[in-house]
């Protein structure tokens, strides 16, 4: 089972105030600046990067996962620009309609309405071009902030996934959310 996804060809996607784009090694700063701040991170299951070239390993997990038809991860800059301010995308999706979503902001673009912007055109394209049925977000407990974007995008709040995620040497108790195509709403 192939997702009805072209490998060779990144769709770009656009919203009102954003480009999301093909992340590349053009952004190796941009991607330094947003997971070398302890901020972003907090409820990241990354340390702070300590120098630049961090970036190409995750530069590379995206174009990987990208090629192999399991997940997308976006840039995402400003209108017209070509840095990034942040990511979102796919983690993983599977043949069986389901998947996983992840997204992250430099801390100066908090509390603006780029994350929900961007997750709205994400979530779409997913449904719609990506045939998920199902969309999950694992929340680090705590993370305020992003259980706020997924409630106001429809989103349930499931449970709680006890001691799911295992970094940094400690186990992470995981609110898990979840959207289902028939209870999104593009308004």
Known sequence: ?????????????????????????????DLFALFGNEK?????NLLP????SEGNRII???????????????????????AIIGTI????????HKATIGYDIQADFWNKGF??????????????E??????EAEVMQGNFASEKVLTKLNFEKEGVLRDWMHWNE??????LFALLRKDFDIN
Not at 40 to 44: A, I, K, P, Q, T
């Open 89 to 96: 995308g796919y983690n993983s999706y599977t043949t069986n």
């Open 130 to 135: 990506l045939q998920i049925n199902r969309i």
């Open 49 to 52: 990067f300590k120098n630049e």
């Open 170 to 175: 400690k186990h992470y108790d995981m609110t």
């Open 115 to 128: 994350v929900t912007e961007a997750l709205q055109k994400v979530i779409d394209y997913g449904f719609n």
């Open 1 to 29: 089972n192939v997702l009805p996804m072209n490998p060779t060809s990144f769709p770009t996607l656009h919203t009102e105030r954003l480009d999301l784009i093909e992340i590349t090694q053009e952004h190796v700063s």
């Open 60 to 82: 590379e997990l995206f174009q990987t996962r990208f090629t192999n038809q399991t997940g997308i991860r976006w840039g995402i800059a400003l209108k017209n620009t070509t």
């Open 40 to 44: 972003v991170v907090r409820f990241y």
